[in-house]
């Protein structure tokens, strides 16, 4: 599976948007990006994931380099309740396992 | 998507004993997966549950330590063998968020938060 690179935390003031990039440089043509977060004491939660083009739902946007070596995934209003652990995971479309990488830790401050 | 119950929640048990972690889908799903999170760590995948298979075990993942039942479509249990200090984790589930699990990822149970003592 394609490694990727997250910084380890980042903060974020409420009612901003918060940006956490991923770098993804060795991922492969039928990979996708898939983001999850982990707020503490519960399982991962999926947000949103991508194979090329930009994504958006009612939780984040996903946008994608046009290389596709790195990816960006965006809380466009983040909220006390988005502290939490985020995880960018590449994952082949015939792959069956999702491999954690570090993450990166945001917290989220009034 | 798939909803996941998974017992414990939480135990304290002794060291050299057994627990059993069960896990209940409310769909049937081709694969179950079972990761352990250490503490302050992320999650590593234990080994990948099919129905009427064994278990596909990670490196670094024996059966004898972390044997996996999967008697059908919508359940599985992982049982920590033998248990010392260092198996104090949280240990979660996770299984496909629709049949199209390919492209829509997984669900992830709450997770059971295991001490030994």
């Known amino acids: 599976d394609a490694k990727t690179t997250q910084p380890p935390s980042m903060d974020c003031a409420e009612g901003r948007a918060a940006n956490l990039p991923c770098n993804h440089s060795?991922?492969?043509?039928?990979?996708?990006v898939y983001w999850y977060r982990q707020i503490h004491s519960q399982g991962p939660q999926y947000i949103i994931h991508?194979?090329?083009n930009n994504e958006t739902n009612e939780m984040a946007s996903l946008i994608i380099t046009e290389d596709r070596k790195s990816s960006t995934l965006i809380l466009p209003h983040a909220t006390l309740r988005d502290t939490a652990v985020y995880y960018c995971?590449?994952?082949?479309?015939?792959?069956?396992?999702?491999?954690f990488g570090t993450g990166t830790r945001l917290q989220v401050f009034p | 998507s798939a909803v996941i119950s998974q017992k414990p929640s939480r135990d304290i048990c002794q060291r050299g004993t057994s627990l059993t972690i069960q896990c209940q889908v409310d769909?049937?799903?081709?694969?179950m997966f079972w990761y352990r999170q250490q503490p302050g760590q992320s999650l590593t995948l234990i080994a990948t549950?099919?129905?009427?298979?064994?278990?596909?075990?990670e490196s670094g993942f024996v059966i004898d330590k972390f044997p996996i039942s999967r008697p059908n479509l919508t359940f599985s249990t992982l049982t920590v063998s033998n248990m010392s200090p260092e198996d104090s984790s949280i240990y979660l589930c996770?299984?496909?968020?629709?049949?199209?699990?390919?492209?829509?990822?997984?669900?992830f149970g709450s997770g059971t938060r295991l001490t030994v003592v």
């Open positions: 996770s299984v496909e968020r629709s049949p199209a699990a390919e492209v829509f990822g997984y669900t």
């Open positions: 060795t991922i492969s043509g039928n990979e996708y």
């Open positions: 991508g194979l090329k």
């Open positions: 995971i590449v994952r082949g479309r015939n792959t069956d396992k999702l491999i």
């Open positions: 769909s049937q799903v081709t694969m």
């Open positions: 549950a099919n129905q009427g298979s064994e278990a596909t075990y």
